[in-house]
T-cell receptor, first 114, second 115 residues
Framework: AQSVAQPEDQVKVAEGNPLTVKCTYS??????LFWYVQYPNRGLQFLLK??????LVKGSYGFEAEFNKSQTSFHLKKPSALVSDSALYFC????????????FGSGTRLLVRP | NAGVTQTPKFQVLKTGQSMTLQCAQD?????MYWYRQDPGMGLRLIYY???????DKGEVPNGYNVSRLNKREFSLRLESAAPSQTSVYFC??????????????FGPGTRLTVT
């Protein structure tokens, strides 16, 4: 079965430190991968995507993600965390079937301490 | 452009009541989706509509019905709400990107509580 896994329910970092939110995938065909963020009581906001090309993808709010085909991973990173980055982060993969849908990981809650 | 809009933003229902969640998009997209978000489970697809006049089941369709009223609007109906349907519901629409995949755009969500 095709799936996206986020192994950590929660990640805690101190402000100013680098952060990593992990994501691994298992999909058939070319992996098109996405990160979304959900702030409290808000909708989903698109952060970045990997389609083809450079394995390091840059997105909104200073986030980047590294695609690693051999490890089937797409980890989200930021060099210096902000308290305002505290939110729920979702990794997703596009399915190349008739539904055109995204499958999502279970989400990782990021807490950035002042 | 408003993008994807959803109404209502919040709703509390009693078990057995019915209601319809509304979704509209002004981007002229052909495809539309309904997802539900539950803690620890990410978003799961309930129903989708690949184009006007068609609807198909997703992963978790039981207890729901949908209507693709026209190209703009895609509604989700709960005929007899159950506590297990307490969730946040997201509508999305999509367009075909340059790379050939469906780029999805999400609405702000509807937070539904069934007591």
């Amino acid at each position: 079965a095709q799936s996206v896994a986020q192994p950590e329910d929660q990640v805690k970092v101190a402000e100013g430190n680098p952060l990593t939110v992990k994501c691994t995938y298992s999909v058939s065909g070319n992996p098109y991968l996405f990160w979304y963020v959900q702030y409290p009581n808000r909708g989903l906001q698109f952060l970045l995507k990997y389609i083809t090309g450079d394995n390091l993808v840059k997105g909104s709010y200073g986030f980047e993600a590294e695609f690693n085909k051999s490890q089937t991973s797409f980890h989200l990173k930021k060099p210096s965390a902000l308290v305002s980055d505290s939110a729920l982060y979702f990794c997703a993969a596009y399915l190349w079937d008739s539904s055109y849908k995204l499958i999502f990981g279970s989400g990782t809650r990021l807490l950035v301490r002042p | 452009n408003a993008g994807v809009t959803q109404t209502p933003k919040f709703q509390v229902l009693k078990t057995g009541q019915s209601m319809t969640l509304q979704c509209a998009q002004d981007m002229n997209h052909n495809s539309m989706y309904w997802y539900r978000q539950d803690p620890g489970m990410g978003l799961r697809l309930i129903y989708y509509s690949a184009s006007e006049g068609t609807t198909d089941k997703g992963e978790v369709p039981n207890g729901y019905n949908v209507s693709r009223l026209n190209k703009r609007e895609f509604s989700l109906r709960l005929e007899s709400a159950a506590p297990s349907q307490t969730s946040v519901y997201f509508c999305a629409s999509s367009e075909i990107s340059e790379q050939g995949y469906h780029e999805q755009y999400f609405g702000p969500g509807t937070r539904l509580t069934v007591t």
